[in-house]
């Protein structure tokens, strides 16, 4: 990941007047130099405009930002979104929560917590279910060939395994005190689809209720405005 950019350190008042970063700042060495980061990656402007607001946060414990990892496979959104958070916005209260309900990824999660946690005033949670429109249990599909995994089959492959995982009400989930009560939010989601039907009618939209939100196409679905859930 290159970074050539100097950032001015954050101040320690109640809310600093630092600029915004550079919408292209930490971006994969993969970018085509000489071209908008946004073109290959949409992603990467979210992120830094949730470093930005990150950055403007007071020390005091009466504000915190979170970020929603929901899809969180092998943990490496939110291992970048720590380590770069941490960095450019030292001592400010961030709290990352990862959803995956794969039991394969159950142990490698457990031990990313642990990594994080450490991390100045980081604070990491792993959720071992799958977002979905109610609490209870759904069918879960993982692929025999890769990490990649879904609630859709075909998404997940045709040759995918079948597993019963639990699912949490994420929509609900975002009503919380938790989430809602955070100065600064982030939602991640690995599929646009599945955002839309955690959404049902007559709901508020999961989106509504963050700052920021990065949908990232499953690799089966990619498009011009996602990137693969395994490039986060």
């Not at 989601?189 to 955690?198: F, G, L, M, Q, T």
Request: net charge positive; with cysteine; charged share 20%.
């Amino acid at each position: 990941m290159r970074n050539r950019h100097k950032f001015a350190a954050p101040t320690s008042g109640p809310r600093s007047s630092l600029p915004d970063l550079p919408r292209c700042a930490f971006s994969p060495s993969g970018i085509t130099t000489g071209i908008d980061c946004a073109v290959q990656r949409p992603d990467i402007p979210l992120r830094n405009a949730f470093f930005s607001d990150l950055r403007r946060l007071s020390s005091s414990e009466r504000e915190r930002a979170v970020s929603l990892d929901v899809g969180a496979n092998s943990g490496d959104f939110s291992n970048y979104i720590a380590r770069i958070g941490n960095q450019v916005a030292p001592g400010r209260r961030l709290h990352l929560v990862m959803f995956d309900p794969q039991p394969r990824m159950a142990r490698r999660l457990t031990k990313l917590v642990r990594q994080l946690s450490n991390l100045g005033a980081v604070n990491a949670t792993f959720l071992p279910v799958a977002a979905w429109t109610r609490d209870g249990n759904a069918s879960f599909f993982s692929s025999r060939r890769s990490v990649e995994s879904s609630l859709s089959m075909s998404q997940a492959g045709q040759d995918s395994a079948t597993q019963v995982v639990r699912t949490i009400d994420l929509a609900a989930y975002l009503h919380a005190d938790f989430f809602a009560g955070a100065a600064v939010r982030l939602l991640k989601i690995v599929s646009a689809a599945i955002a839309h039907r955690i959404s049902p009618p007559g709901r508020v939209p999961v989106t509504a209720r963050t700052r920021h939100t990065a949908a990232l196409l499953h690799p089966r679905h990619r498009c011009t405005r996602g990137t693969a859930a395994s490039r986060c």
